[in-house]
């Protein structure tokens, strides 16, 4: 089933669009090829809840500056109770601490995102550039295009100038209750170490962040930290959880539009990735590397930033296979690493055998 778009287009820039009861959209640019991030503002009492912050960008402060404009000139007046943050992705953490510093509320994340937040921007902990270029190139990627990804470090912490240094922690399954309405936590695995997304069993309402969205795959990526992860497992079973979710629930994505149809859009990603699983274990009748198969995967040219997902996504999916069986890991004595088929790999073992018998 396709999804069903009850709005016909986004808000305009720094218009805030209602789209449920106390439930308002905003819509702010991202300076990539995915230009957009939806941030949600939410009727609290007498003031404000902010979900999700954008990307630390002049025109997106200059948005936000405006939006606190006239929530100021509200009935409810401007008062931000408090600033929720799905994930550690600069396009949501970007203006966390910015904001917190103009509006004095507290940022809520999980403690995965918040911690994984302060090792990426200070580079600790198997996290940031270094490692992530050891790992692309373990797995195949050119010296061209590591050194296109090196000349590009530090977009974390452009896109994320500042981190807050306090935070309310918040646990699956946490309920917070949001201008009266209750808000369930869901946390999810897969495209971030603890991604929360808010469930209103009261208004009907999936604020789903990037685990979730109506017409892209959310990107799941391997990273050097974590190498032989299967993070497509983890993100298939999380948003498997959302087929509980009634039929008529109104998914507010991070990206794109909001939609109806959450177990018609879990079905299609799981179809999707599956295609992909398939593809992918086809093309390894030979050893192959995660950088052998993005033409495979990407048929489009791949600019820098979308490389970096890329890669992370080939291996998300290589690491899947492998888990399941359906291919085997090999490296070389310079630390290249390869996937095989498994059948391919046991018809060359037995012909090898047969010869030498």
């Given at each position: 089933?396709?999804?069903?778009?009850?709005?016909?287009?986004?808000?305009?820039?720094?218009?805030?669009?209602?789209?449920?009861?106390?439930?308002?959209?905003?819509?702010?640019?991202?300076?990539?090829?995915?230009?957009?991030?939806?941030?949600?503002?939410?009727?609290?009492?007498?003031?404000?809840?902010?979900?999700?912050?954008?990307?630390?960008?002049?025109?997106?402060?200059?948005?936000?500056?405006?939006?606190?404009?006239?929530?100021?000139?509200?009935?409810?007046?401007?008062?931000?109770?408090?600033?929720?943050?799905?994930?550690?992705?600069?396009?949501?953490?970007?203006l966390a601490a910015w904001l917190q510093e103009r509006t004095a509320a507290p940022?809520?994340?999980?403690?995965?995102?918040?911690?994984?937040?302060?090792?990426?921007?200070?580079?600790?902990?198997?996290?940031?550039?270094?490692?992530?270029?050891?790992?692309?190139?373990?797995?195949?990627?050119?010296?061209?295009?590591?050194?296109?990804?090196?000349?590009?470090?530090?977009?974390?912490?452009?896109?994320?100038?500042?981190?807050?240094?306090?935070?309310?922690?918040?646990?699956?399954?946490?309920?917070?209750?949001?201008?009266?309405?209750?808000?369930q936590v869901r946390v999810g695995y897969g495209h971030s170490p603890e991604h929360?997304?808010?469930?209103?069993?009261?208004?009907?309402?999936?604020?789903?962040?990037?685990?979730?969205?109506?017409?892209?795959?959310?990107?799941?990526?391997?990273?050097?930290?974590?190498?032989?992860?299967?993070?497509?497992?983890?993100?298939?079973?999380?948003?498997?959880?959302?087929?509980?979710?009634?039929?008529?629930?109104?998914?507010l994505p991070s990206h794109g539009m909001p939609f109806h149809g959450i177990a018609?859009?879990?079905?299609?990603?799981?179809?999707?990735?599956?295609?992909?699983?398939?593809?992918?274990?086809?093309?390894?009748?030979?050893?192959?590397?995660?950088?052998?198969?993005?033409?495979?995967?990407?048929?489009?040219?791949?600019?820098?930033?979308?490389?970096?997902?890329?890669?992370?996504?080939?291996?998300?999916?290589?690491?899947?296979?492998?888990?399941?069986?359906?291919?085997?890991?090999?490296?070389?004595?310079?630390?290249?690493?390869?996937?095989?088929?498994?059948?391919?790999?046991?018809?060359?073992?037995?012909?090898?055998?047969?010869?030498?018998?």
């Amino acid at each position: 089933m396709l999804p069903d778009y009850p709005f016909p287009a986004p808000p305009a820039a720094c218009e805030i669009f209602p789209v449920a009861k106390g439930v308002h959209w905003l819509r702010m640019p991202l300076p990539f090829a995915l230009n957009h991030i939806n941030l949600w503002l939410l009727e609290d009492g007498a003031g404000w809840t902010i979900v999700d912050t954008g990307f630390a960008l002049d025109t997106v402060k200059e948005c936000w500056l405006a939006i606190l404009e006239q929530l100021a000139r509200s009935t409810r007046g401007g008062r931000v109770s408090r600033i929720i943050v799905t994930h550690f992705h600069p396009d949501h953490l970007g203006l966390a601490a910015w904001l917190q510093e103009r509006t004095a509320a507290p940022v809520c994340m999980t403690v995965g995102e918040y911690l994984t937040a302060h090792a990426v921007w200070h580079e600790v902990g198997g996290h940031g550039n270094p490692p992530m270029l050891r790992q692309f190139r373990a797995h195949g990627l050119d010296e061209e295009r590591c050194a296109a990804l090196e000349r590009r470090s530090g977009g974390y912490n452009r896109g994320v100038p500042t981190l807050p240094n306090s935070y309310r922690r918040v646990f699956d399954g946490d309920e917070l209750i949001i201008g009266g309405q209750r808000w369930q936590v869901r946390v999810g695995y897969g495209h971030s170490p603890e991604h929360a997304a808010l469930y209103s069993p009261d208004l009907g309402v999936l604020i789903s962040g990037d685990m979730l969205l109506p017409t892209i795959s959310t990107n799941i990526s391997v990273f050097a930290v974590t190498p032989e992860a299967d993070s497509l497992t983890d993100y298939l079973q999380s948003i498997d959880r959302y087929r509980e979710l009634p039929a008529a629930t109104l998914v507010l994505p991070s990206h794109g539009m909001p939609f109806h149809g959450i177990a018609g859009r879990v079905d299609a990603l799981h179809a999707h990735h599956e295609d992909r699983l398939q593809l992918l274990e086809e093309h390894c009748h030979v050893p192959r590397s995660a950088a052998d198969l993005l033409p495979t995967l990407f048929a489009r040219e791949l600019d820098t930033h979308q490389t970096m997902f890329a890669m992370g996504e080939a291996i998300a999916h290589l690491n899947r296979l492998e888990h399941a069986g359906r291919v085997i890991r090999s490296e070389t004595g310079d630390g290249r690493i390869r996937f095989v088929a498994s059948g391919r790999a046991a018809a060359t073992s037995g012909s090898a055998e047969d010869g030498n018998g």
